[in-house]
């Protein structure tokens, strides 16, 4: 197939940058005591977990249980959910998934360890390393790991997610505050050390940081996503990772300095702002409707109603969860369709 | 099925806040010469749309050929696409809605009436009164009316969106624009008709202007969408309709003066910015990420780790868009589950 003959909008995926972006990832942690474990939340699709996993990489990370199942029903058996559980309704499908995969869970309060301390389940325990989100402050760190090594649930170590260095443009300054959050991290690790707690697993990274944490004595994992799709935000960080991923739509209307595509917010992200063109395209993102997104044309836009346009994502993550299949091209061609198979919310009743 | 065994995130309905609004709307356009005809992007579900024609309206609006589609499937036979359709892969789509319902598009350029000409369906000229978006100036609507009644189109008349109107919170001027707008599209429907074309229908309006522009002499039909389940933008408009969606999220960690809900990004849109919580829960939204809100938290905050707490959306249309099914509730019971069944887009090949 065409992409000519794809209806818009389709979110689309470069196989090749892709596939380029997955083995740089994986060659980076190639030989180094620190293993690359890619966050399945990123795409939420099993095909390109397959590309990670063939060029090599130690489990997956995921965000919710629905993601961990979808991996386990693919056959991925070493899952960390780097993510709180406290929903009582979701224990009986952990206990099921655990069955299926070597499952490990992220803990930060005494509840959570007592919600699931019967289920066959490993844990880490999330460490607030600076990001304003879950994990326990260090000193409440011993406290919560004893309670996990009383239980059923077999303490593996500890995780903390430097979140709010990923954002920080300028190198340096992510490095330091990335190294802060770090020798935070390992600090509880080795208290927990010195109380006679099991720490084999310290967890942390993403793709902002995966050259700084993950070379980090100590570190043994990082959990990036956003390397293998990248998306705008991401590209003007200098990585060397390509965006792979973009959304094609068609231009319904081209009126007095404006344009108007078939593409708006139910097709990309805008939480970090609007999508770009390409750069080839003389014109500007103005804002996002429903189904619309409006250019601001300047001289030289050629595109007329019918055409199709380029639209590049700003936050993958969100983008793709809005989207049920990626079409996965090489240029003009439509090598394969696929499923994006975590996305959205199992409910109770299924 | 109580609403605690409900896994979270969960997307929720009041049935009978959504069943006032609904009656509320549908009651205003009794006994008028201007039809509602309710935006079925708004909610994507059938069943509400069901909801809406017991109550009485005349057809729906739709944003996409996918949505009509949906429609269609469910006998629904009279179908505005309030949008210009000039995807050429869609033209076998279009002509096998066109066998099943009664379809409605509006074009806006010359080859958008150039792709549709031969399908069987009706059009109408969509005229820009003042959104930047799609829609023919009002110098040029002549043209295009005189094209669709060349071609095999029927035409029926005008619409014109007066988007921009919508979001002004001061009644007043809110009110100014939405008829200088219409004043502009009953303009140029009078010069169509002096021109000896079709003006049947004169399609606007939206929610925030649903009592405004449905008064005006000349317009035939009211596009009104969020009307239904609101949210937490047009509640502080001051209109009769109330707040009929939430979402339900359970508390993960509570640490320090931060509560984090385990519904994120991927739960509720943040374009309209974040949602918001109950007056009675003494915290705050500080933040988004993909699959958490955190909260900071005032005194007197009392959930803890496995609590659950309601979140307000922002904007209905693209918050409804990430989920599957909607929670229909009355209190502490879930009475049914609605498929969102217009969520995503079709692709090709299917």
Known sequence: MKLSELSTPALCVDVDVLQRNVERMAAFFRGRSCALRPHFKAHKTPAIARVQAAAGCAGFTCATLDEAEVLAAHGFDDLLIANELLD???TDRLRALADRARVTVAVDS???VALLRDLPLAALVDVNVGLPRCGVPPGGAVEIARAVADSHLQLRGVMGYEGHAMGIMDRESR???AREAMANLLGVADELRVAGLEVE????????TYDITGTIPGVTEVQAGSYALMDTTYARFGLPFAEAVRCLATVLSVQGGLAVLDAGLKALAVDHGSPELPDDVPASVLFLSDEHTTLATDAGFAARPGDRLWLRPSHVDPTVNLHDRLFAIRSDEVLDVWRVEARGYRASPH
């Open 88 to 90: 009582s309704t979701k």
């Open 110 to 112: 005494l509840a959570g």
């Open 175 to 177: 490095a330091q505050t």
């Open 201 to 208: 697993v310290v967890s942390a990274g993403g793709t902002g």
